[in-house]
């Protein structure tokens, strides 16, 4: 779901002008196996995340993107192989090229199942409010056959029903924070990478636990 709406998001600076897309079914009306991102309980799915991130102002993925970004490729213990920063412009309902490549070239002299893409980008507009977005990709979108290692994460209360969550071993990837059955609420954040020892790609991530009522 959230690569379609990457998509759809792209095709604003072609010729399609496509201007979005509309999120339906967000909650169950009832207990069941269904394509709604909120449980009947409340609880958020990991689609609700990825989604609530994919709707941001400004967003990176891995076709097309806006804003100062970088990019790195990464081996699953979660050493830098190569990275790049460009910073650039686009105007409204538009996108910039700024990174391709064809086949498996990049990285050079590394299989495809030893590494893994990680993008961000920063951008501030013209009344000064800054945007950042994170994505990620798999060469092959093949996760099963990856050459995963035990992360050993970490997960260390903050106070104030804030979490930290750190990986020393290994890279994450998509790790999930679950709650109590019966909490309603949900995460400022979840289902995301996590880098060892690489504090400024967000090795640190410092979730907000928000409480809800039926």
Same mark, same amino acid.
């Given at each position: 779901?959230?690569?379609?709406?990457?998509?759809?998001? *792209?095709?604003?600076?072609?010729? $399609?002008?496509? /201007?979005?897309?509309?999120?339906?079914?967000?909650?169950?009306?009832?207990?069941?196996?269904?394509?709604?991102?909120?449980?009947?309980?409340?609880?958020?799915?990991?689609?609700?995340?990825?989604?609530?991130?994919?709707?941001?102002?400004?967003?990176?993925?891995?076709?097309?993107?806006?804003?100062?970004?970088?990019?790195?490729?990464? #081996?699953?213990?979660?050493?830098?192989? $190569?990275?790049?920063?460009?910073?650039?412009?686009?105007?409204?309902?538009?996108?910039?090229?700024?990174?391709?490549?064809?086949?498996?070239?990049?990285?050079?002299?590394? %299989?495809?199942?030893?590494?893994?893409?990680?993008?961000? /980008?920063?951008?501030? #507009?013209?009344?000064?409010?800054?945007?950042?977005?994170?994505?990620?990709?798999?060469?092959?979108?093949?996760?099963?056959?990856?050459?995963?290692?035990?992360?050993?994460?970490?997960?260390?209360?903050?106070?104030?029903?804030?979490?930290?969550?750190? %990986?020393?071993?290994?890279?994450?990837?998509?790790?999930?924070?679950?709650?109590?059955?019966?909490?309603?609420?949900?995460?400022? #954040?979840?289902?995301?990478?996590?880098?060892?020892?690489?504090?400024?790609?967000? #090795?640190?991530?410092?979730? *907000?636990?928000?409480?809800?009522?039926?």
């Amino acid at each position: 779901m959230q690569n379609e709406v990457e998509f759809y998001r *792209r095709g604003a600076g072609r010729p $399609e002008n496509n /201007l979005g897309a509309l999120k339906w079914q967000l909650n169950d009306q009832c207990v069941g196996a269904t394509w709604a991102a909120i449980e009947y309980n409340l609880r958020w799915k990991m689609s609700q995340y990825h989604l609530k991130r994919t709707y941001r102002p400004v967003i990176i993925s891995p076709e097309c993107v806006s804003g100062a970004a970088q990019w790195a490729w990464y #081996d699953w213990k979660g050493n830098a192989i $190569e990275s790049s920063t460009k910073k650039f412009t686009t105007q409204s309902l538009n996108n910039t090229l700024l990174y391709n490549t064809t086949g498996t070239g990049e990285p050079k002299e590394n %299989a495809t199942t030893d590494v893994w893409l990680y993008m961000n /980008l920063t951008v501030t #507009d013209p009344s000064g409010m800054q945007y950042t977005h994170e994505n990620y990709y798999i060469p092959g979108f093949d996760l099963k056959n990856a050459s995963l290692v035990d992360p050993d994460l970490n997960v260390t209360s903050q106070g104030n029903n804030t979490f930290k969550v750190s %990986a020393s071993t290994g890279v994450a990837a998509f790790a999930w924070i679950n709650h109590p059955l019966g909490v309603n609420g949900y995460f400022s #954040d979840n289902s995301f990478f996590v880098i060892p020892q690489t504090r400024s790609h967000g #090795d640190l991530y410092h979730l *907000r636990w928000q409480f809800m009522g039926r």
